[in-house]
Nanobody
């Protein structure tokens, strides 16, 4: 069974950093483009960033551009989201998602597999 598992969420102060990880359980992520999304209470799921299957293309939404960095290590079957300069408005449940494709985008409906999410809370 194909599963994605996120980890790394935590409570952090404004201006702090976190690194989220997404691992493929039961399958290799090598052939999959990966996206990171988040959903805050009462809000729609928001696409943040994505990375192509070979890591050669990345995309960032304006809300995180310059603060977040997506990367992948296909040998370890991991995708990361490094989050710096965190703000209270970054508080949300963060999800990774996978689609068997070379390129990527941040339209949620394009993704086939989703993790359960990890909570990120930015608060003093």
């Amino acid at each position: 069974q194909l599963q994605l598992v996120e980890s790394g969420g935590d409570l952090v102060q404004p201006g702090g950093s976190l690194r989220l990880s997404c691992v493929g359980s039961g399958f290799s992520l090598r052939a999959y483009a990966i996206g990171w999304f988040r959903q805050a209470p009462g809000k729609e799921r928001e696409g943040l960033s994505c990375i192509s299957s070979d890591g050669g293309f990345t995309y960032y939404d304006d809300s995180v551009k310059g603060r977040f960095t997506i990367s992948r290590d296909n040998a370890k079957n991991l995708v990361y989201l490094q989050m710096n300069s965190l703000k209270p408005e970054d508080t949300a449940v963060y999800y990774c998602a996978a689609v068997m494709a070379i390129g990527c985008g941040v339209r949620a409906s394009s993704y086939s597999y989703w993790g359960q999410g990890t909570q990120v809370t930015v608060s003093a």
